[in-house]
């Protein structure tokens, strides 16, 4: 069956700087990948999503990279602020019936 | 518009009793799906419905679950009996089409059996 990993490890990181989150899987040949944000206490909300065919993808301060031979997705944030702090999942689907999410890696940043 | 909306948002009972959670989707979404979310495993897919048809199921852990969708605006998730191992949170998600990429999801039902 599909696998995903994110780093359980919190990612800490210094206002300004920019945070770069990973997200590998194994077992799958997703045809997109998402991002959501999570806060404590809340259901996940949708950033970006990237399709198989697209290397990257940007939204404002989030850029998404997408790297089907390593199976792997990197997630950026710019310039980070205090208010990205959260935690971070990504989810992979073939066909936008079934999404598989990772875990998710909690990112803090400090002021 | 309000969201997807989830009740109760917390779920206290003993084990063996009867829980059902509840879900509205935004309006005109017809895609619902139940997830439930836990440390150890994550964020799982037990089951989602098109056009208030269920579509796949596999991901409901035993016959102790069941979900029911009526009408295109209330679903339901039904644990009996209930048991410790069920605590998590479940979350319901809904999408405007089949291949809108956009999950809307609710707060969450926070679930301990004791």
């Keep these: 069956s599909q696998k995903i990993e994110q780093n359980s490890e919190a990612l800490n990181i210094q206002e300004g700087k920019t945070a770069t989150l990973t997200c590998n899987y194994t077992n799958y040949s997703p045809a997109y990948l998402q991002w959501y944000r999570q806060d404590p206490g809340r259901g996940p909300v949708f950033l970006l999503l990237i399709r198989e065919n697209e290397k990257e993808k940007r939204k404002e301060r989030l850029k998404v990279t997408f790297d089907t031979t390593l199976k792997q997705s990197l997630f950026h944030i710019t310039a980070s602020q205090p208010a990205d702090s959260a935690t971070y999942l990504c989810a992979l689907s073939d066909n936008f019936n079934k999404f598989y999410f990772g875990s998710g890696t909690k990112l803090n940043v400090k002021p | ?114």
């Design chain 2, 1 to 114: 518009d309000a969201g997807v909306i989830q009740s109760p948002r917390h779920e206290v009972t003993e084990m063996g009793q009867e829980v059902t959670l509840r879900c509205k989707p935004i309006s005109g979404h017809n895609s619902l799906f139940w997830y439930r979310q836990t440390m150890m495993r994550g964020l799982e897919l037990l089951i989602y419905f098109n056009n208030n048809v269920p579509i796949d199921d596999s991901g409901m852990p035993e016959d102790r679950f069941s979900a029911k969708m009526p009408n295109a605006s209330f679903s339901t998730l039904k644990i009996q009996p209930s048991e410790p191992r069920d605590s998590a949170v479940y979350f319901c998600a809904s999408r405007a089409g089949r291949t809108n990429e956009k999950l809307f999801f609710g707060s969450g039902t926070q679930l301990s059996v004791l």
